[in-house]
Nanobody
Framework: QVQLVESGGGMVQAGGSLRLSCAAS????????MGWFRQAPGKERKFVAA????????YYTDSVKGRFTVSRDNAKNTVYLQMNSLKPEDTAVYYC???????????????????WGQGTQVTVSS
């Protein structure tokens, strides 16, 4: 089993920044894809960004390109999501997820991810 714990959410004004963290513990998978998803009230969960733990390849949904950056710290077994120039439409619960069956092919489909964190709320006010 893998446990994922997100932190760093909060409330910020439009144009502000937040950095989310996701610490992984439990069974260690050397090669995996770590993803970030978000779910706004009344809407389905959507892909935001992901990173290959093996080589650091990243992938973003179009709406966050140039504003969000996903990164990893292998030593700390932690993945980050730096969110800049936040917009009210970024308001959602943000989830960290791990796909432990892939190490190079990044999926934006939530069904491909095996483990999930509990989520952290991000609220952006206008």
């Amino acid at each position: 089993q893998v446990q994922l714990v997100e932190s760093g959410g909060g409330m910020v004004q439009a144009g502000g920044s937040l950095r989310l963290s996701c610490a992984a513990s439990g069974r260690t998978f050397r090669n995996k894809i770590m993803g970030w998803f978000r779910q706004a009230p009344g809407k389905e969960r959507k892909f935001v960004a992901a990173i290959s733990w093996n080589d650091g390849t990243t992938y973003y949904t179009d709406s966050v390109k140039g504003r969000f950056t996903v990164s990893r710290d292998n030593a700390k077994n932690t993945v980050y999501l730096q969110m800049n120039s936040l917009k009210p439409e970024d308001t959602a619960v943000y989830y960290c997820a791990a796909d432990v069956h892939q190490w190079s092919i990044i999926s934006s489909t939530s069904d491909e991810y095996d483990y999930w964190g509990q989520g952290t709320q991000v609220t952006v006010s206008s």
